[in-house]
C-alpha cells in the first residue's frame, strides 16, 4: 500500500484543518489505518486510528473530542479532521495502514510521507 498524506498547512488557535490520506495499491479497506504525528525534538506518537470496517476508533487522550478519523474504503482515502487546534498540536501528520489496528507504530507496516500542520497563537 502507497500511502499520501495531504492538507497541512498554517492555522490560527482555535481553527480547522482536515488531512487526507489516499492510498494505492493493496486494498486499503483490508488494513486499519491510523494517525501519528511527531513535533520538533519529540518522538512520533499515537493520535487516532480506525478499523478496516470504521467500525471502531480511538483517539489520544489530548485530541478525543477534538479530532475525528474516518475513511471512505470506495474512494481509497481516510481523513483525519481537526478542530479547535492548539499549537501544541503543531507537528508533522503521518498516516500508516497496518493489518491490525494498533496505537503502536511499529504495528503500522505502511507510511505516507507526513504533512505539516502548523498552529500559531
Known amino acids: 500500500v502507497q500511502l499520501q498524506a495531504s492538507g497541512g498547512g498554517l492555522v490560527q488557535a482555535w481553527g480547522s484543518l482536515r488531512l487526507s490520506c489516499a492510498a494505492s495499491g493493496r486494498t486499503f479497506s483490508s488494513y486499519a489505518m491510523g494517525w501519528f504525528r511527531q513535533a520538533p525534538g519529540k518522538e512520533r506518537e499515537f493520535v487516532a486510528r480506525?478499523?478496516?470496517?470504521?467500525?471502531?476508533?480511538y483517539y489520544l487522550a489530548t485530541v478525543k473530542g477534538r479530532f475525528t478519523i474516518s475513511r471512505d474504503n470506495a474512494k481509497n482515502t481516510g481523513y483525519l479532521q481537526m478542530n479547535s487546534l492548539k499549537p501544541e498540536d503543531t507537528a508533522v501528520y503521518y498516516c500508516?495502514?497496518?493489518?491490525?489496528?494498533?496505537?503502536?507504530?511499529?504495528?503500522?507496516?505502511?507510511w505516507g510521507q507526513g504533512t505539516l500542520v502548523t498552529v500559531s497563537s
Open positions: 480506525i478499523t478496516w470496517s470504521s467500525g471502531n476508533t
Open positions: 500508516a495502514a497496518s493489518s491490525r489496528p494498533s496505537t503502536f507504530a511499529s504495528d503500522y507496516n505502511y
